[in-house]
Structures are given as structure tokens and as C-alpha cells.
């Protein structure tokens, strides 16, 4: 087994070293794009019984700042067909329809490098709300399409088996899982796509997380299932042979998030996961899933090679941090709904390079990734904070430019202390809130800095910060290779709770996955490889483009 795994992990280092941009050399990629096999961003089952969901953001009023309190200012919503709706229309449901010239695409709540898309949700659930009735669910898996915000329903359980499937979920419990179709990616991006598509899943689970604090409900991260039966379970495929189709794109399993409200007893699903695995096994699985690619130009065999040797097996060890508490994060004016700003996070195109952020809203984005017991997003994972932002600050009133650091889990200082630039200050930053471990490296001017290290992205250096996520590759990488995905989930995570931070502030975020990684360790003076910049992430006011127009995500 070690000797397997070792090799696992060595060959997920050899992956992230080859996937680096380098200023004279990208990370491999198609050159040209294949515009006539541009991949469908929307999976579907043809001939799945359709289930429409309906649309009731519009009419949710918690507030964003209700969503970061004690539990009580947000009414808890039952679980049915109505709510579960809700929280696929607040996490990876579409945001608008965009149209320039001739094209017109859509955005989602949840963002996307080159906005493709791999990433797909599925909800495993018990028979709910009295079955077919307006409100109710029937046993069973189900996969969310999003373009038409309704459920494909994969597999139904039988009069004779919906018995025992039912009697598998704690009241009020249910699982949403997510998978990637990495073709999507790597169309576009070849071998670094692999990190792209773990950044999306990062970003859909923090997006998945919020969603459910709009409805007043829990969710938890499950690290124990094997990845093969969480693909068993949502009818995936990873081969690419579906069900005796050949056509489809492979589709890899990702995770399952346990989802209850808040309140309920919680009864963790993990030991029920193989009896929902065989029973769903036993099938008929209906639908048959679309090819998103009518040829494939070119095939990046490492990125199938990565899902192969970070897929998980049954995990037996329990991670369980529990986050000390911190003072409750600072109340924002305004009781703008959390419904309307998450649809309306959009990633900025351009800033204005003159503006600059208050210093108490930089505090107050900073502290929003900082875990507090019972907070979402961070109260899903069952680990200590592993992402660092490492931030070139840039126009922030009342902060002296310059690189700053901030550490998100205070036991991690004296190590990243001793993996950066020894010449650094690390001065406390005066005025932060005495519980944000931000603190001071070195002061200077560093826009041209993150402009180049940016792959020359305007944005980089026109907005008021740009950051790089720092993370240790732990010696528990070669033996568990599957951490490498865990780092880039919690990174995309942290990338959401910038954008919808920043959009509430009034500015707005835009995640980078170009970013020449050599580059920004040699900036930040890293002298350990075990220390590595996994994503990257800028923010500032918005200039908008006029000439795009908007249209809403669904016709009502
Ligand atoms: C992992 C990731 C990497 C991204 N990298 C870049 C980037 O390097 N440059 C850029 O302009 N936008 C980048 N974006 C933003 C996407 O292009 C954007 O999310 C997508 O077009 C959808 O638009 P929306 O965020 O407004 O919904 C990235 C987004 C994600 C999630």
C-alpha cells in the first residue's frame, strides 16, 4: 500500500510542477481553441423523468449579515422539494443570461475558471414532503440541471425498496453530491485544468454552504467514503462508458455534503453510505447523459491520470477541529438580502486603478475566512485552516502598501515564518482587530509585481489587492494523495468567501488561475517546495462593461 501510495504521491508532485506557468513557458495547453467542439456547459439526461423546482429566492429577505449570527435570525426552512429547490437555485443555479453581438451565455451563483463548468450537483435524498405532491420528493437520486433549474431523476427507488432507503436518513437529513467533467476544463487549459476543476468544487461547496444558511440548515463535509462509491451512488462514470453508452464524458466524483437544518439531532450518514450505495447500485439508472463534445481534438491524458491517483478509498481516520470562537464578525449597514447578493457575485473584467477600499472593510473580508464555530462556510470542514492569503496590497486607505500575510490558523505562524523570506518583518498591522492574524511583511509598491506574476491581468495590479493562496504540501501528501484535491477545495472556498465579501462591501472580486507560481514564491521569498501558491485572487471597484446586457436566469 505505501509503496503504491508513495508513488501516488510523488506523481502528484510531478503533476504540480508540471502544471506551473512559467514566464517563457505555460503549463501545456491546446494553443488554439477548438471553437467547433467547444464543450455543452450543461450535463443532462436525455429521457429522465423531469422534476421542475421552483424558483423562491426572489421572495427570501435574510439579510447577508443574518446569515454570520447566532442561529435564530434565520427561520428554518422544512426540507422539501420548495427548499431543496431554494438551495440549488442559491449555489449552482444561474445567476443571468449575458448577450453581446451575436452570443449570449450563461453565469451561475457559483463562478468558474473560463467560466466552462465541470462542476455537477447531485441530490440523494429520502422521501420527502409526501412524495408527489407539490412539495414533495420522491426517494431517490437526482441530478440538478441547472440551465432549466429542475431534477433529472436517475434512479427511483421501488414501493419495495424505498422502505429501507428511507429508513438510511436521519429525519430532515439529506446528501447533495458533486462531480467534475474535467474534458470541460481541459479543452481549454490542458493539464493545469486539473487544478482548475478542484478550485470549482472548492467554490460550489462554499456556494452550497451559504445557500443552506439562507434556509437556516448545517452541512458537513463527508472525508470518509471512498471516491468509487460516491460515484456508484450518483450514477457516475468516470470510464466514460455509461450504462453501455460509449459516448458520454468521463465524469468524476468528487464529494458528498451532509445537509440538515439547523437544530436537528445530527446523525452522521457516513455509516449508512454503503447501504445507500447497494441499494442505489441495484438500479435501473434512467436517462441517458448527453456528450458535451462532438469530437475531441486533443486528449490530456495527465489530467485523467491525476483523478486516478487522487481518487480516495474508504478513510477511516476522523479529522475533528474544532475552531475556538472569535468575536462575531462586524455587522454591515444595510440588510441587503443574502439572496440578491449571491446572485448577484460576478467576477469584475476591469477596476478602477484610483480606488481604493476602507480599511474596516478589508478587516471584515479578511475575517469572514477566519472559522467560527457554527459560521458557514468554514464550520463544514473538519480541518484546520491549510490556505494562507499571502496579499499585495495595494490601495487600502489607512494601510501602508506592501505584502502581508494572514494566518488563518495562528498555530501555522512559526512554520510559515520559517518557509518565507527571513528578512520579513511580521509586525502586527495597526488598527486590525486584535483577533486577525494579519500581519506586515514587507511595505512597497507591488502592482507591477502582481500584474507580471498575474499573467499580465490588468486587474491584478488595477485592483486595490491582489493574493496568492499559500499552502504546505503535508508529508501525509504521499501517502494520501487525495489531500492535493482537499487543499484546492479549501482554496476555491476562500475564493468565494472573497467574492461575496467583496460584492457586499460594494467592490467586487475576481478569482485568477493564471498566475506564474515560481514567480510569486520567489517574491515572497519561499524556501521550501513543500510550500506552494495554489490560487489567486484580486478585488477593487468595478469598471462595467456597457456593452454587455443582462437577462434573467430563468423565465418566470
Ligand atoms: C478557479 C478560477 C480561476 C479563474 N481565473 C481567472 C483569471 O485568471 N482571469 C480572469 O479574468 N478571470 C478568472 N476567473 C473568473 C472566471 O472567468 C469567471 O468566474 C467566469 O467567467 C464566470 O463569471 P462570473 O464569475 O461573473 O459568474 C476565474 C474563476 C475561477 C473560479
Redesign the pocket.
Known amino acids: 500500500m505505501s509503496g503504491r501510495a508513495s508513488g501516488s504521491g510523488q506523481r502528484v508532485l510531478a503533476y504540480h510542477e508540471h502544471s506551473k506557468h512559467q514566464p517563457h513557458r505555460f503549463a501545456p495547453g491546446p494553443g488554439q481553441l477548438d471553437w467547433a467542439n467547444q464543450p455543452d456547459p450543461f450535463r443532462s439526461y436525455d429521457g429522465a423523468p423531469r422534476i421542475r423546482l421552483p424558483l423562491v429566492a426572489d421572495g427570501m429577505k435574510v439579510s447577508w449579515n443574518d446569515l454570520h449570527h447566532p442561529a435564530g435570525r434565520v427561520p428554518v426552512w422544512p426540507v422539501d422539494r420548495v427548499s431543496v429547490g431554494a438551495l440549488l437555485e442559491l449555489s449552482l443555479g444561474l445567476?443571468a443570461w449575458k448577450v453581446h453581438g451575436g452570443s449570449r451565455w450563461a453565469?451561475?451563483?457559483?463562478?468558474?475558471?473560463?467560466?466552462l463548468h465541470p462542476t455537477e450537483g447531485y441530490v440523494v435524498v429520502p422521501g420527502m414532503g409526501g412524495g408527489g405532491r407539490e412539495n414533495g420528493l420522491e426517494a431517490g437520486v437526482y441530478h440538478y440541471f441547472s440551465r432549466d433549474h429542475l431534477l433529472e431523476q436517475r434512479r427511483v427507488l421501488g414501493s419495495g425498496e424505498s422502505e429501507a432507503w428511507n429508513a438510511l436518513f436521519a429525519p430532515d437529513h439529506f446528501l447533495l453530491g458533486l462531480t467534475s467533467i474535467h474534458w470541460r476544463e481541459a479543452w481549454k487549459y490542458g493539464d493545469r485544468a486539473y487544478r482548475?476543476c478542484q478550485?470549482?468544487v472548492g467554490?460550489a461547496i462554499a456556494a452550497v454552504r451559504y445557500a443552506a444558511a439562507t434556509l437556516g440548515w448545517q452541512v458537513r463535509l463527508l472525508t470518509a467514503p471512498a471516491t468509487r462509491d460516491i460515484a456508484r451512488l450518483l450514477g457516475v462514470t468516470a470510464s466514460g462508458v455509461a450504462f453501455g453508452l460509449p459516448d458520454a464524458e468521463p465524469e468524476q466524483a468528487d464529494l458528498l455534503l451532509q445537509i440538515a437544518p439547523m437544530g436537528a439531532d445530527w446523525v452522521e450518514l457516513t455509516p449508512k453510505v454503503a447501504s445507500l450505495v447497494e441499494l442505489a447500485g441495484q438500479g435501473p439508472w434512467l436517462g441517458r447523459p448527453n456528450r458535451l463534445s462532438r469530437r475531441h481534438g486533443m486528449e490530456w491524458p495527465l489530467v485523467d491520470e491525476m483523478a486516478e491517483v487522487t481518487r480516495q478509498p474508504w478513510c477511516a481516520i476522523s479529522e475533528a477541529f474544532a475552531s475556538a470562537p472569535l468575536p462575531e464578525l462586524a455587522e454591515r449597514d444595510g440588510a441587503l438580502s443574502a439572496a440578491t447578493l449571491i446572485r448577484q457575485?460576478?467576477?469584475a473584467?476591469q477596476f478602477d486603478a484610483n480606488a481604493s477600499l476602507d480599511r474596516e472593510a478589508l478587516w471584515r473580508i479578511l475575517d469572514a475566512t477566519m472559522p467560527r464555530p457554527g459560521r458557514a462556510p468554514w464550520d463544514l470542514l473538519p480541518w484546520a485552516p491549510r490556505v494562507f492569503p499571502v496579499l499585495m496590497i495595494h490601495r487600502v486607505s489607512g494601510v501602508e502598501p506592501g505584502l502581508y500575510l494572514l494566518a488563518r490558523d495562528p498555530d501555522r505562524i512559526e512554520a510559515l515564518r520559517g518557509a518565507l523570506d527571513g528578512a520579513f518583518r511580521w509586525d502586527p498591522v495597526a488598527g486590525a482587530p486584535d483577533h486577525l492574524p494579519l500581519f506586515g511583511l514587507r511595505p512597497g509598491a507591488f502592482q507591477e509585481s502582481a500584474y507580471w506574476l498575474?499573467?499580465q491581468?490588468d486587474?491584478a495590479s488595477d485592483g486595490v489587492l491582489t493574493l496568492g493562496m499559500v499552502t504546505e504540501f503535508p508529508a501525509e501528501l504521499a501517502l494520501y494523495p487525495w489531500i492535493y484535491r482537499q487543499l484546492y477545495w479549501e482554496a476555491?472556498m476562500v475564493?468565494q468567501t472573497l467574492?461575496l465579501e467583496a460584492e457586499a462591501a460594494g467592490h467586487r472580486g475576481?478569482?485568477?488561475?493564471?498566475?506564474l507560481d515560481d514567480g510569486f514564491h520567489q517574491l515572497i521569498g519561499l524556501r521550501s517546495d513543500r510550500f506552494q501558491t495554489i490560487?489567486?485572487f484580486t478585488l477593487g471597484t468595478p469598471i462595467l462593461d456597457a456593452r454587455l446586457s443582462s437577462e434573467p436566469p430563468y423565465r418566470v
Do not use: A, E
Open positions: 445567476s453565469l451561475r451563483c457559483n463562478p468558474s475558471s473560463g467560466n482548475y478550485l470549482d467554490h457575485r460576478r467576477s473584467q498575474s499573467c491581468q486587474i476555491g475564493g467574492y475576481t478569482g485568477i488561475g493564471c498566475f490560487y489567486h
